[in-house]
């Protein structure tokens, strides 16, 4: 079952660099999220966390930057 658009998620991410704020993250299942806030991990400079909104994938804007990620179980 798909999550609600518009709420609240926290993510975070390996070696991607030059993701920002109001950037969008898609996946290949059609996930949408808009980066809303950024943090460098201090131990691991290469992991970004990220508090993130999901958003309907059809909305996200056609001129937005947008990084595919691909999701891999934990």
């Not at 898609?26 to 966390?49: D, F, I, M």
Request: charged share 25%; glycine share 6%.
């Amino acid at each position: 079952m798909a999550k609600a658009p518009y709420t609240r998620c926290k993510l975070y991410v390996d070696g991607v660099d030059g993701i920002a704020v109001g950037d969008f993250i898609t996946t290949a299942a059609g996930s949408a999220y808009l980066v809303q806030t950024l943090r460098v991990n201090r131990n691991r400079p290469e992991r970004k966390h990220m508090d993130c909104l999901r958003w309907p994938i059809a909305e996200v804007p056609p001129d937005a930057r947008c990084y595919e990620m691909t999701w891999y179980k934990r």
